[in-house]
């Protein structure tokens, strides 16, 4: 049994992981280019699930519930930016912490009073639903599988955004010194908006992605949002390329973490208290792989400081 | 300064006289509320040591006040059930008695302080913000994962633990209590930034390099003042769970963090008595917004959100003007 499912394990890791990353790739970017910290950010992975959850809830279709939450995030985001973060760029860090801090209170009551206290839930459309037969016979989830391709789908896109295009040359400028993009003719202000709204939407996506597999609900953004500090503490702070490897080996260590850590202390405990145990020390799991990272390296695996 | 220092007399007294009248009036509510806004206040004074003076945005100030909270639970819990709290290598038994839940509450604050805050400050800036909370994060799920002293559920502790003298079950007693270390606890801060540790923190956070010429280094100057604010901090748990006479991980949870937090800005940062203001006017505004409406937290982003973007240096900046005195 154990080596199949272990398989199956890290494939539910590297699930997680990649799911992370959607969350953590928008944090990151804008925090690398506008100097930002976004408490917020978790607040528009629960708009994305809740626009998913109510439009799929009316027109009984999946993909126009997943296109309404990438709507609904990057509209979301904009409308933010625009009112309120724009003003926030020159603060220090603890204005920005309070104000996105009182955001996610504006953003989570909203949503109650619009949605009501209980959850809604949201089913994995019918194409994707049921298990595939992998090579050696594990029988996995296909939804979880076309997850992970989106995710790794997604990740290449950002790479070839950033990397190759107008939009991530601007962005990698705008990162390095953004007066003198100013000064070059680019309207800054414009692609604030716009990196913000792309973060937005990343968000959105990620959180109508994985509403299918949990309930959507209030709250459901902050948790998640922690995770993804974690993944951009430990991939460096406006890194893409860190955020992707931070948040696979998150994804892995936690799973993975809540998988052998019972067997593990199973070999000399009794099998009570090494659930016991064992569930305790999976849960701090990634904060001490945090905490290790930092005293190796204080900037993180691809930082720059 | 003199207004600020009028202002600060005002609040201690409007915070003293609101119960009094209270006890007169037979609203004994409103004790328990001026309670809570003392507690929470001298979490802030907490928080304030490590924010205003020290400059650490720290944003898992929840994990010292929930290790406060949990270490009156943990030498309480085993008096009610008549047992003691350990056995081996020696037999100890738990206690009701304040001044010595207060001490391990002081203490194991610090000492959490001291972990967290040693490998925190290997960094700075939002990396420093992101890891508080991380490691705010790992203790509330450490608290509900570990079912000793009730996981997810938390602990009640029956009986509100006693203090020499006092009636603590008697609200007007427990507030003065506790009106009584938050005063300790203002006057402590007072004269430790004005000590020649708090000018050697008040250097280190204005220009570390500048401080580290000097021949202080900013990172212990630094630690020991997030150490101190960690111990506040708990203490102020400890007497948040008498309060409640119960523990959860509620507590350890990072709206708590986020809280006591909005205590300090809402009043002002680095103001002696900001931390008191921003707390009064926080239950205030909870109990005011809740009674009309339920979705009372949607105004105070709102009304939060005001506050940042157009009312800087929060309500003793705003009153008392900006400046803030540097003696």
């Not at chain 1, 950033?162 to 390095?176: C, D, F, S, V």
């Not at chain 1, 959180?207 to 309930?215: D, H, M, P, R, T």
């Not at chain 2, 020991?224 to 006479?245: E, K, M, P």
């Not at chain 2, 009064?280 to 973007?309: M, N, P, Q, R, T």
């Amino acid at each position: 049994m154990s080596a199949m499912l272990l398989i199956e394990q890290v494939l539910n890791g590297l699930q997680y992981g990649v799911m992370l990353f959607l969350m953590a790739a928008g944090l990151t970017l804008v925090f690398g280019v506008m100097g930002l910290i976004n408490l917020a950010h978790g607040a528009l992975f629960m708009v994305g699930a809740f626009a998913c959850a109510s439009v799929a809830a009316a027109t009984g279709s999946f993909w126009l519930g997943l296109a309404a939450s990438l709507a609904a995030a990057a509209a979301a985001g904009a409308i933010v930016e625009l009112t309120v973060i724009r003003r926030l760029y020159a603060r220090d860090h603890l204005d920005q912490v309070l104000a996105t801090f009182a955001l996610i209170l504006v953003f989570s009551e909203g949503t109650r009073w619009l949605f009501g206290s209980f959850p809604l839930y949201l089913d994995i459309p019918p194409a994707l639903a049921g298990p595939v037969t992998l090579p050696g016979g594990i029988d996995y989830p296909l939804y979880r599988l076309v997850l992970i391709g989106i995710g790794l789908a997604i990740a290449g896109g950002l790479f070839w955004l950033i990397g190759r295009t107008r939009l991530g040359i601007r962005i990698r400028a705008g990162e390095a010194d953004r007066e003198m993009i100013a000064a070059l003719g680019v309207d800054i202000s414009r692609l604030y908006t716009i990196v913000f709204a792309l973060g937005a939407a990343l968000a959105g996506l990620a959180g109508a992605l994985v509403g299918a597999l949990q309930s959507v609900q209030v709250g459901m953004g902050e948790p998640v949002l922690i995770l993804a500090f974690v993944v951009i503490v430990i991939g460096g702070i406006g890194s893409i390329k860190g955020a992707l490897v931070g948040a696979i080996l998150v994804g892995l260590t936690d799973t993975l973490g809540r998988f052998l850590l019972p067997v593990l202390f199973g070999a000399f405990m009794p099998p009570s208290q090494a659930t016991t145990v064992g569930a305790a020390l999976a849960s701090m799991l990634i904060y001490i792989l945090m905490a290790g990272v930092l005293v190796v390296r204080p900037g993180g695996l691809f930082g720059r400081a | 300064m003199r207004r600020e220092a009028i202002l600060n007399a005002a609040i201690a007294i409007a915070l003293l006289a609101v119960p009094l009248a209270a006890q007169a009036m037979g609203e004994p509510f409103v004790i328990t509320l001026a309670t809570k806004v003392a507690i929470l206040a001298l979490a802030g004074v907490g928080l304030n040591i490590a924010l205003g003076l020290g400059g650490m945005v720290s944003l898992g100030h929840a994990a010292f006040f929930g290790i406060g909270g949990y270490a009156m639970a943990v030498l309480a819990a085993p008096v009610q059930a008549y047992e003691p709290l350990m056995t081996w290598p020696v037999e100890v038994a738990g206690t009701k008695s304040m001044p010595i839940i207060w001490l391990a509450a002081t203490l194991a604050g610090g000492l959490a302080a001291l972990a967290i805050g040693a490998l925190s400050l290997r960094t700075s800036g939002v990396y420093f913000i992101m890891i508080t909370l991380a490691f705010g994060q790992m203790l509330y799920y450490f608290a509900i994962s570990w079912p000793a002293y009730g996981g997810e559920d938390g602990l009640s502790i029956y009986v509100r633990n006693g203090f020499p003298g006092l009636n603590t079950l008697e609200p007007l007693q427990f507030f003065a209590l506790c009106y009584g270390v938050l005063m300790v606890a203002l006057l402590f801060s007072r004269v430790l930034a004005r000590s020649r540790f708090g000018l050697a923190l008040a250097g280190a956070r204005q220009n570390p390099l500048r401080s580290a010429a000097l021949g202080i280094r900013p990172y212990s100057v630094k630690l020991t003042a997030f150490v101190i604010s960690g111990a506040i901090t708990g203490l102020a748990g400890a007497l948040f769970a008498d309060l409640n006479r119960f523990v959860s991980p509620a507590m350890l949870s990072w709206q708590t963090s986020g809280e006591i937090m909005v205590f300090v800005i809402l009043g002002g940062v680095a103001r002696l008595f900001g931390p008191v203001a921003g707390a009064a006017l926080f239950i205030l505004l909870e109990h005011w917004l809740g009674g009309f409406s339920e979705y009372w937290k949607l105004f105070l982003g709102l009304a939060l959100l005001g506050i940042v973007l157009f009312a800087r240096g929060g309500l003793i900046g705003t009153i008392a003007g900006r400046e803030v005195a540097h003696d």
